[in-house]
């Protein structure tokens, strides 16, 4: 008897408690936003420094090590290229790196990447990195296929590679007159070592 | 030194079993096909290895000892104490079978399939062997190294599961008419996740279940083979995804026990409050879901309010808010942030009102005491011999914890209690969750104080990156660089298991390795598995309604289970 009136002042009791709870959420701040449109500022400002939001690359500043490529798990990363004559880039934290390859082609596939950022560590030069777009609904899945290289670029970089054949048929060229001259028959690098190395790399 | 118990064993079998040397730690024995059941039965009964934690097995092919061809691994523990024992036995190739152990423990049954869909063993007198995480049709076993990993098979055809069902019914189909067949899941709301399960009804009672699995199956293991060891750690975020970070330390944990490397003080202690921030969030997850279930909705919002704030400050933590990839075989992705103490004293303020407002809705109602209280209670025994680990197998009263059992990352050095249940339902599941989680909070108080400094990855050319500045300057740290890079971290070849206490229950990873920059191997054992495989048992007898109440106190989680 006594039990069963305690139940029923617990039933009642537990309404009261349950009540008085969820009245005081009343009067909290909310935890959410709403999105995508009722703040101030775009909500991609809002996130934070280190947000894995879509890939992108400064391709000034890529040296087409492909250390990026070989670091993601499921093959997002093309990358295509051509030797070019040395020079160096300037990473983003201003170290010079030395460069003697030049991407023709460096497509990411935003649609199969998970946003890992297994890429993002080993680049020497911090070419690629993480930005705060995260709005990538779409209904064209080629729109998620960034393709880094415009035609316009890839001419430049092909011209630059050109030069660099030509200055290298020109060493090998040179090398073997002066080689010729005492007793010749020398093996020299075959001029064409630029693309040779190219189809190695993609091994 | 060995605890005693293996000591006894040793002796006891020598001659009849060989021991095999081991350099990653758990003693490994091979027994022969024909004494396996007995090694087995004796680890049990007389040494107090009662809990099997997992049945896999290796395909030799591509080793140099490829004869025979598969070698099964039984991986044993007592279900309080730290030592672990390997059981290796290697089926003849003419006839790939061994006998079942599922009648020793129930955990096999699952186990034991599980192996035969992944790898083509079977086990004999086995009551049900049929494939469990393929498709029914599925040709092949794909876990075999000549099964190629880009090869598909399109399989459409549903299982109606009645094969199982009318075992359960028995013989007599026609008088069965009181009772009444309902498929609950794979995408039904109440499933939590894609499960499935063909229920016997005789009004509101059900009679026999039948859980079908493996709707989220995408090939974990497989995957893992196919690259280097750093690009399974984005795969592992998939397993559990309520507590991601848990399954990343999981994994690096294992691989750089086979380096035979610690982490840096600082990252151990990162991991640490990692490890218990994803404790909250997961037993958060389960806990809100499950009053859901009930019919409790408010609590899912308050309770949710906090994973969200945990979310926040692991997002500001790693870039990212599911699927965190955070923790690397060595070390961490980043050292943490500035203001990542302040978010965590927000987690630890905001997070005991909210349990305390969940606590006064529940505890004393009538409805939600009637819904939980006795339901889908198991006995310890029988818990154990289903191989629970976790919330689970503590609701039942038993001690089980990793934490303590075999402390790892300083984990005996903070003050906290585990918690056990008595009656083992799904009230006591709850509750021993609500009560992990202040547990939790207090480890992650203590760690945030003793927050060691130095730094989060260690000094190893192994496993580490060289820092970007010496990358440029110094051609040694570059060629380093590129090694690490282009063919991956090298454990040294052998084989070695793993586990972490994670919020399910033990996480284990078995991992092969040949020496090379890929896994041979990577077999996970998920918690969940083994709770869900005592589904059936929890929900027979009772009531339909009650079959969802106790499927959410289990917290099964389909990445997890399936992978
Ligand atoms: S973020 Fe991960 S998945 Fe995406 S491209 Fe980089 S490595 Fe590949
Ligand atoms: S790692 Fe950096 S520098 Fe190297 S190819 Fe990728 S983006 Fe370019």
């Known amino acids: 008897m006594i039990a069963y009136v305690r139940n029923i002042q617990d039933a009642c009791a537990s309404i009261f408690d349950g009540m008085a709870v969820t009245f005081s959420h009343l009067f909290r701040r909310p935890i959410t936003v709403q999105y995508p449109d009722r703040i101030p500022r775009r909500i991609q400002e809002t ?51 030395a460069r003697v390859k030049e991407p023709t082609r460096f497509d990411i596939n935003l649609y199969k990447c998970m946003y890992c950022g297994l890429c993002v560590e080993p680049c020497p030069t911090g070419a690629i990195r993480f930005t705060k777009e995260f709005e990538g609904a779409t209904d064209d899945l080629s729109r998620l296929h960034l393709r880094f290289v415009t035609p316009e670029r890839r001419e430049v970089v092909l011209r630059k590679g050109e030069g660099y054949e030509r200055e290298q048929a020109e060493k090998a060229r040179k090398k073997a007159e002066a080689a010729a001259k005492p007793e010749g028959g020398k093996q020299v690098d075959p001029p064409a070592a630029g693309e040779e190395s190219k189809e190695g790399d993609k091994e | 030194m060995s605890p005693p118990s293996l000591d006894r064993f040793r002796s006891r079998l020598a001659g009849t079993i060989r021991e095999e040397p081991n350099p990653f730690g758990d003693a490994v024995f091979r027994a022969e096909p024909s004494d396996l059941r007995d090694v087995l039965r004796s680890l049990r009964d007389e040494h107090g290895f009662d809990l099997l934690l997992d049945v896999t097995a290796v395909d030799h092919l591509e080793l140099p000892d490829s004869k025979p061809r598969f070698d099964v691994v039984y991986i044993l523990r007592p279900s309080v104490g730290s030592e672990r024992v390997r059981v290796q036995c290697r089926p003849p190739d003419e006839d790939l079978s061994l006998e079942t152990v599922s009648d020793l423990w129930k955990a096999a049954n699952w186990a034991e399939r599980e192996v035969y869909d992944q790898y083509g063993v079977r086990f004999r007198n086995h009551p049900n062997l049929k494939r469990i995480l393929n498709h029914k049709d599925f040709v092949g076993h794909p876990l075999r190294k000549d099964y190629d990993i880009k090869k598909q098979q399109w399989l459409s055809e549903p299982d109606d599961l009645m094969d199982e069902m009318r075992k359960l019914r028995g013989g007599a189909e026609g008088e069965e008419s009181e009772s009444v067949l309902l498929n609950i899941g794979p995408s039904h709301p109440a499933m939590h996740g894609a499960l499935r399960a063909l229920v016997d009804l005789e009004g509101e009672t059900v009679r026999h279940t039948v859980p079908e699995i493996g709707y989220l199956h995408r090939g974990f293991e497989k995957s893992a083979e196919k690259g280097t060891y750093t690009h399974v750690i984005p795969f592992t975020d998939r397993l559990n995804y309520c507590s991601s970070v848990m399954n990343n330390v999981g994994y690096c944990r294992t691989i750089e026990k086979m380096l035979g490397i610690e982490p840096t003080p600082r990252a151990q202690t990162i991991r640490v409050v990692l490890l218990e921030l994803g404790r909250i969030m997961d037993h958060l997850v389960s806990v809100a879901a499950n009053l859901v279930d009930v019919g409790a909705l408010t609590n899912y919002w ?38 990542f103490e302040e978010g965590v004293e927000g987690i630890l303020r905001e997070l005991p009102k909210a349990l305390a407002d969940v606590e006064r809705l529940v505890a004393r109602n009538r409805i939600f005491l009637d819904r939980v209280v006795g339901v889908g209670a198991i006995t310890a025994e029988e818990a154990i011999s289903h191989g629970f680990t976790g919330p689970c197998l503590r609701a039942c009263g038993v001690p089980n914890d990793l934490r303590k059992d075999e402390p790892y990352y300083g984990y005996d050095g903070y003050d906290w209690n585990v918690i056990v249940g008595t009656r083992g339902d799904t009230y006591d599941r709850i509750w021993v969750r609500m009560e992990e989680m202040r547990e939790s909070m207090r480890i992650v108080a203590q760690a945030m104080k003793k927050m060691p400094g130095g730094p989060v990855d260690v000094d190893d050319k192994r496993v580490s990156l060289p820092p970007k500045t010496e990358v440029y300057g110094n051609i040694e740290a570059l060629m380093n660089h590129f090694m690490i890079i282009m063919e991956g971290i090298k454990p040294p070849a052998g084989e070695c298991y793993g586990s972490i206490e994670a919020a399910n229950g033990e996480l284990g990873f078995f991992v092969v390795s040949d020496g090379t920059g890929k896994p041979y191997k990577v077999k996970v054992r998920p918690p969940c598995f083994y709770v869900f495989s005592a589904f059936p048992r929890l929900t027979e007898g009772g009531m339909i309604q009650d079959l969802i109440a106790t499927l959410g106190s289990l917290n099964i989680i389909a990445g997890e289970l399936d992978r």
């Open chain 1, 47 to 97: 996130l934070p420094d280190r947000t894995r939001g879509h890939l992108e690359v400064d391709l000034d500043i890529c040296i087409s090590c492909r250390a990026c490529e070989k670091a993601c798990p499921i093959e997002c990363i093309v990358i295509e290229d051509v030797r070019i004559p040395k020079d160096s880039v300037a990473g983003v934290d201003g170290k010079e790196t």
């Open chain 2, 302 to 339: 308050y309770l949710f309010n906090e994973r969200e704030r945990i979310y926040d400050v692991i997002e500001a933590l790693c870039g990212a808010r599911l699927t965190h990839c955070y923790v690397r075989i060595g070390g961490l992705a980043h050292d943490l942030h500035a203001g």
